[in-house]
């Protein structure tokens, strides 16, 4: 038991105490015993022979030590220190990377036991891919409800936002994420990006005192029996945007054997309103100068008329001078009335349901209407450099391109239609192409003034009220060499919040979407806490890329990059990635490492903003980083001037690498990911090492666990017992 719990050091220290003791032991003792028993004179003749024979007896002995030493050495290095990398590595292979495979080295023996465990691992994933794969199939029908819900709120027209009790995020969808990523974007176009995320607060979005308020307003109707509570308030956001809230709670029985409700979260529905009450305040201004400047011009009308009412004898020169003042002020109001006309169109057209949608959508979409309704091959083009966006009814545009192709194919003889997208700076084009008869020009303007009934019952619009309503144009191609012919139509590219990275990152395939998480339900959040276990805590993983390699010499950050890790999971979307500009040129060495240029930094913003961003993204988390005592070198030197304070807890995956697998020789990033088996592509770049490093966290989680380590207070102490913790910059 007592040599069990010796570490690997002491066992050596104490092989080596007994091999000097079997070394000198025996003969120590037996010239103690000849010694006591011998006679005064044969003791003067073992003195007389014996003592000049010590010298080479000890020689001999320290010899053969030497020699047991290095045996010793050699056979401790290669089994009982090779067997404790091995204990690591099989931990890592039954943990962390279940693909990892330890290499077959060292005494015959030894491989012939790492080649047995190799062979027990892979019998071992086998079980545990058919185990995983029943439990697959057993979670597929819960996930699959959750991830419905989440799809089905992701696509909502409406910003929503979910919250617990505490008001910690545990949804959003993407309208949400948009508008408060559009919000955060000040004249600097630095994001914080955090104003919304996952486990973040709600008053990082919403006023706290109007929150509270509403909360409290719901609490008082849920008391009084009100069955569907409800609380409406609007707020203004830094940048003097007017949001307007309303938010319902997320109602559970008080206790299975009472029937009162109460809340167990609330669902917020958010609208920003400043575009409708700017166009509102327009359209008041408008009509309120139309109706001043009318008054006056009726006065005069008035008055004209009734002098000429009056004096019906009036000489002919001053009667065409009333009739002149008639004339000048019908004309006047005339141009006042056009001219409020023309301020109010964008109004006017806003009461038409008008949403921001890909231009490719509506033309897929009307190439499946025109193939249904009339039998002949669409051929539908979407292929473009970037994404297009308008801003449309898809409903009346889809029906305005179906009824084209109808009146078309009721003109003459056609073969097949292709729909087709281009554009210019300033409006999307959609080409509606056909092979056969063409028309005169004469005839598509009659086109334009006739109602489209085939789709829209009664009351149809016409053609040049679809196209009113969008701010769009038509025009009418033909190409005399050839039988085709085209209808182009140009509607106003739109700039929506969601942009094309936006829309990509959508998109991408994942087993469930990152922004909604329902276990976040019942877990308390907030400021850190040191006796919080690991698995519970909220992460931001960071990496800098910088001028150089010392901070104290005036080397400055030139990219911050940095995710979330909220309840086990990385939020890829979730991130802060942003250039900064250093105001000095980049050293050759670190554009080697980086890729990171001078025209690259030039316009970015300056470390004095990105700095505080950067602050509010990674508030109330732990700041993890892979040798983060080299970032936090940069960030400390910042704070005096800036006035910002990272005063978070700090783990660093270099040293908690270090702790969770002492034996092995590098903990580099790099090896770290190779032992793990955590592949990237690119790297050296802020945020894909913050990535990487963020995967490399989570992983060693497990293996501390197994060694005892579960709270924030026992990695800190574990992380500051390492050597590597005592390298300072």
């Known amino acids: 038991m007592f040599l069990r719990d010796l570490t690997a050091k002491w066992r050596f220290v104490l092989a080596v105490g007994v091999l000097g003791l079997l070394m000198t032991g025996p003969f120590l003792l037996t010239s103690l015993l000849i010694w006591l028993g011998a006679s005064p004179g044969m003791r003067e003749v073992l003195v007389e022979h014996l003592l000049p024979q010590v010298p080479l007896g000890g020689m001999l002995t320290a010899t053969g030590f030497v020699l047991g030493l290095v045996l010793i050495r050699r056979l401790f290095n290669r089994y009982v220190t090779g067997m404790a990398a091995m204990v690591e590595e099989l931990r890592l292979m039954l943990g962390s990377n279940r693909s990892f495979r330890i290499t077959e080295e060292g005494p015959p023996e030894l491989r012939e036991l790492v080649r047995a465990i190799n062979d027990l691992a892979t019998q071992r994933d086998a079980y545990i891919d058919d185990v995983e794969s029943q439990v697959a199939k057993a979670k597929a029908n819960v996930e699959e409800e959750k991830n419905r819900l989440a799809a089905l709120m992701s696509e909502l027209a409406q910003a929503v936002v979910v919250s617990n009790l ?63 509570p409800v609380a409406n308030f609007v707020t203004t956001t830094d940048n003097g945007q007017l949001i307007r809230v309303q938010i319902a709670p997320v109602l559970r029985h008080r206790s299975e054997a009472s029937a009162q409700q109460v809340a167990s979260g609330y669902i917020l529905l958010i609208e920003n309103i400043t575009r409708v009450l700017e166009q509102e305040s327009l359209r008041d201004e408008v009509l309120g100068e139309l109706t001043e400047g009318s008054r006056a011009s009726l006065g005069t009308l008035r008055a004209a008329v009734e002098m000429l009412a009056d004096h019906p004898d009036m000489g002919a020169e001053d009667r065409d001078r009333f009739v002149g003042v008639l004339a000048s002020e019908v004309t006047r109001m005339s141009q006042r009335l056009d001219d409020t006309l023309t301020s109010l169109s964008d109004t006017l057209r806003q009461h038409w349901p008008l949403d921001d949608m890909l231009a490719a959508d ?257 508030a109330d988390t732990v700041l993890v980083g892979h040798n983060v005592a080299f970032d936090m070198r940069f960030l400390e030197l910042k704070e005096a001037t800036l006035g910002v304070r990272f005063d978070q807890p700090v783990l660093d995956t270099l040293l908690l690498s270090a702790v969770a697998h002492p034996n092995q020789q590098s903990h580099s990033l790099e090896a770290i990911m190779q032992r793990l088996g955590i592949q990237m592509e690119q790297r050296h770049n802020a945020l894909a090492d913050a990535t990487a490093t963020a995967q490399v966290f989570m992983r060693i989680l497990p293996a501390l666990a197994e060694q005892g380590v579960v709270t924030l207070r026992q990695a800190l102490a574990a992380s500051q017992k390492t050597y590597f913790a005592q390298v300072k910059y």
Not at 166 to 187: H, Q, T, V, W
């Open 362 to 618: 509506v033309i897929e979409a009307a190439g499946r209407r025109i193939h249904e309704r009339l039998k002949l091959p669409v051929d539908v083009n979407t292929m473009t450099e970037v994404p297009l966006w308008i801003r449309a009814d898809s409903f009346s545009l889809v029906s305005a391109l179906t009824f084209l192709a109808t009146r078309i194919e009721e003109a003459g003889e056609v073969r097949s239609f292709a729909l087709k997208l281009d554009s210019d700076d300033r409006f999307v084009h959609i080409d509606l192409v056909w092979t056969g008869l063409s028309m005169s020009t004469e005839t598509v303007l009659t086109w334009e003034i006739e109602p489209m009934r085939q789709d829209h019952g009664v009351n149809p619009p016409t053609l040049r009220e679809v196209l009113d309503r969008h701010a769009g144009e038509i025009w009418y191609q033909r190409q005399r060499t050839t039988t085709q012919a085209s209808i182009r139509l140009l509607l106003p590219r739109a700039t929506p919040e969601q942009d094309a990275s936006s829309l990509a990152a959508r998109n991408e395939s994942a087993d469930r979407p990152e922004y909604y998480d329902f276990d976040l339900f019942d877990r308390p959040m907030g400021q850190v806490d040191l006796d919080q276990p690991l698995s519970e805590l909220v992460y931001t993983v960071f990496d800098t890329e910088t001028t150089g390699l010392e901070p104290a010499n005036g080397d400055e950050i030139i990219q911050i990059g940095a995710l979330r890790i909220v309840n086990g999971r990385l939020l890829h979307q979730e991130h802060f990635d942003q250039l900064v500009d250093p105001r000095c040129h980049l050293k050759a060495a670190s554009i080697a490492i980086h890729g990171i240029t001078d025209s690259m930094l030039l316009g970015q913003p300056t470390i004095d903003l990105v700095l505080p961003a950067f602050h509010d993204f990674c």
């Open 166 to 228: 505490d008001g910690r995020i545990l949804l959003y969808n993407n309208r949400a994420r948009f508008m408060f990523e559009s919000l955060a974007k000040g004249p600097t176009s630095v994001s914080s990006g955090a104003l919304i995320g996952l486990g973040r607060s709600i008053t990082s979005i919403l006023e706290t005192s109007q929150v509270d308020y509403a909360r409290e307003t719901i609490r008082i109707q849920l008391e009084r029996g009100n069955r569907h």
